[in-house]
């Protein structure tokens, strides 16, 4: 049941809970968050500057921007690939995605651990790599539920969205608008398409926040393998979606800032090579403008997203420690089952 009546939950409580662990933790939650970010995040940048084509791309895209006034030159740069096609790339990509979903499995097992006052240290993040096989099926199968119930949300979002479109242009055709009432009803029908799909991304993230207990259950429970975890979050968090999507929504405040001043930091260094090779013509100022962009705006917010990512994390797995030791048990100390609605 989606809307059954929840265990009491006290959202301010456990936020609290979770920042008395993050002050008494040893070793400190944000030393072990940085390595986890340095090992994946920081790995990632290093190297997309030393391997990828990312910053040629963006470089020579800005010079034809400003050097340019033929439309099609820009059209034809925009549709060319910003990395190479080369097999070794793909498989580079792919490793370094398999790489980073065993490190935040591992990343997760440490706030579990400290939420249950067991030892914790560096070494959980590397917990996940010993069971890397059922750590990548699990990530797959919660990608392809998650997918399920995205092409569930989306598809009659569209066939409205579609709808509407099409009521407008035959009512257009039929009346024969003017320019003025043309703009004037698109600028009514726009917001509403906005709206829906606004109302879709807040549907989907509510139906898939019953897979965010997964990487806890596999944790606890290794040996049930990752098909019986996603069961097992499920089960736990049936009747409770409300509850969790009040959780994360709560963090959603903190995400935009840190997405603004990554954003920020990496505006203000790009437009500075910008304004640079206008008054130059280097092209060293520009790429120079590029680099320091992707790097700064990973290292100028490093102490912000420690503190958020540690913070999320803990609060996350004290709420699964609270939801699981108040879940009733069966005689085999095993988890009652529950109505879960759809096989996904």
């Known amino acids: 049941p989606i809307f059954s009546p929840p265990v009491f939950f006290n959202r301010k409580d456990l936020k609290r809970a979770?920042?008395?662990?993050?002050?008494?933790?040893?070793?400190?939650?944000?030393?072990?968050?940085?390595?986890?970010?340095?090992?994946?995040?920081?790995?990632?940048?290093?190297?997309?500057?030393?391997?990828?084509?990312?910053?040629?791309?963006?470089?020579?895209?800005?010079?034809?921007l400003f050097t340019t006034d033929d439309p099609q030159v820009l059209l034809n740069a925009l549709s060319t690939p910003s990395s190479p096609a080369a097999l070794p790339v793909f498989f580079l990509q792919v490793l370094l995605q398999l790489y980073a979903a065993v490190m935040e499995f591992g990343y997760y097992g440490y706030p579990l651990r400290r939420s249950r006052g067991e030892d914790a240290s560096y070494g959980d993040l590397l917990g996940g790599f010993g069971m890397a096989g059922r750590v990548i099926v699990m990530n797959l199968i919660v990608l392809a539920f998650s997918l399920c119930w995205a092409f569930l949300v989306l598809?009659?979002?569209?066939?409205a969205i579609s709808f509407l479109l099409t009521m407008f242009l035959m009512g257009s055709y039929l009346y024969t608008a003017s320019a003025e009432q043309l703009v004037g009803q698109l600028l009514v029908l726009y917001p509403v398409i906005i709206v829906l799909f606004i109302a879709a991304a807040l549907l989907i993230l509510f139906l898939t926040l019953r897979y965010a207990f997964v990487p806890f259950c596999l944790a606890d429970r290794p040996d049930d393998g990752p098909l019986e975890a996603v069961r097992r979050s499920r089960r736990l968090l049936s009747g409770r979606y409300g509850e969790i999507l009040k959780l994360v929504l709560s963090f959603l405040g903190w995400n935009i800032l840190s997405a603004v001043?990554?954003?920020?930091?990496?505006?203000?260094?790009?437009?500075?090579g910008c304004v640079l090779f206008l008054g130059s013509g280097s092209m060293t100022a520009l790429t120079v403008g590029i680099v320091a962009g992707e790097v700064l705006s990973f290292v100028l917010p490093l102490p912000f997203t420690v503190w958020l990512t540690g913070y999320y994390t803990s609060t996350l797995a004290r709420y699964y420690c609270d939801v699981s030791d108040a879940a009733p048990q069966s005689a085999d100390g095993q988890q009652m089952p529950g109505n879960s609605g759809l096989p996904f």
């Open 18 to 64: 979770a920042k008395e662990d993050m002050r008494t933790a040893h070793p400190r939650v944000w030393k072990v968050t940085l390595v986890y970010l340095l090992l994946t995040s920081g790995l990632f940048l290093l190297l997309n500057l030393l391997l990828g084509s990312s910053v040629p791309y963006t470089r020579d895209l800005l010079t034809i």
């Open 155 to 159: 598809v009659p979002v569209t066939l």
């Open 261 to 272: 001043l990554s954003g920020l930091v990496s505006g203000v260094c790009v437009a500075v």
